[in-house]
């Protein structure tokens, strides 16, 4: 089952036009990679998906919960809300918030409280404070950060902050989960271990995922297909050997030496 549709997605700006006619679908489950050159459009896909950008064109189709919901053009919030989470290819934590509560405030459009109890501190608004920063403990120790807690998150070291921004993802309980260049500016050490936990992600979560990245020996590892972008254009769709040996991405983006090793 599709949980998401793309249709002739494109995106206009004046007389540039940065993503043209793009169609993509990502089945329910599955690990999906973009890539392509710098400039190709793949940020602004995933600007598309998650409502920072409105399209000029096209359809945006999310199939979760039993129902089918077009969120092309709909604010942020209403598509956090719907099911899709990010993270950004430059981290985005409020830096100087505590790593608890980065969690805690992607948690809250979900709570079950109301303006006034939140206002007068009743019970249902303790109540549903303590479940937050239950379940946000849980999901930061989870990710190995449950000992950072208390600590402010332009504290942590690059590598944990980028844990941090996907749990903060995480704690939207999106059914799709775009990563926007997780692995960037990681070692290698660091690639090895980014690459196991997005795998642990999608199974311990349940979700289908859509990666941006750059490092190939991760796309080619993880991903069960790709598609290709360049010029804003689907130039190739596959699994990870066709992508592999496709010529027209060879030249447009890969070069010959790309292994999974």
């Known amino acids: 089952m599709a949980i998401l549709n793309i249709n002739k997605l494109t995106k206009s700006f004046g007389g540039l036009t940065a993503v043209s006619n793009v169609t993509m679908e990502l089945r329910e489950g599955e690990l999906v990679g973009l890539i392509g050159p710098n400039g190709a459009g793949k940020t602004t896909v995933f600007n598309l998906l998650s409502g920072l950008y409105v399209p000029s064109s096209g359809e945006i189709l999310l199939n979760t919960g039993g129902k089918t919901i077009a969120v092309q ?105 775009l990563l926007d260049e997780p692995a960037a500016g990681m070692n290698p050490a660091e690639t090895t271990q980014l690459t196991k936990l997005i795998q642990w992600i999608r199974e311990r979560f349940r979700l289908t995922i859509l990666l941006i990245e750059h490092d190939m020996s991760l796309v080619m ?21 066709e992508i592999r040996a496709n010529k027209r991405v060879i030249e447009a983006y890969l070069g010959e030496d790309v292994t999974d090793a």
């Open 73 to 177: 053009g709909k604010n942020p919030h209403v598509i956090c809300k719907s099911g899709i989470g990010r993270t950004f290819q430059n981290i985005r934590l409020f830096r100087d918030l505590t790593v608890m509560d980065n969690v805690r405030i992607a948690m809250h459009h979900n709570v079950k409280y109301g303006l006034l109890s939140g206002f007068l501190h009743l019970p249902s608004y303790r109540r549903e404070e303590g479940r937050l920063k239950e379940e946000s403990m849980e999901l930061l120790e989870l990710m190995d950060l449950g000992d950072k807690a208390g600590e402010l998150a332009k504290n942590l070291p690059y590598g944990e902050q980028r844990h941090l921004e996907i749990a903060r993802a995480l704690a939207t309980k999106p059914d799709l989960l």
């Open 221 to 241: 590892r993880i991903c069960e297909r790709i598609y290709v972008l360049d010029h804003g254009m689907l130039i190739a769709e596959g699994t990870p050997e």
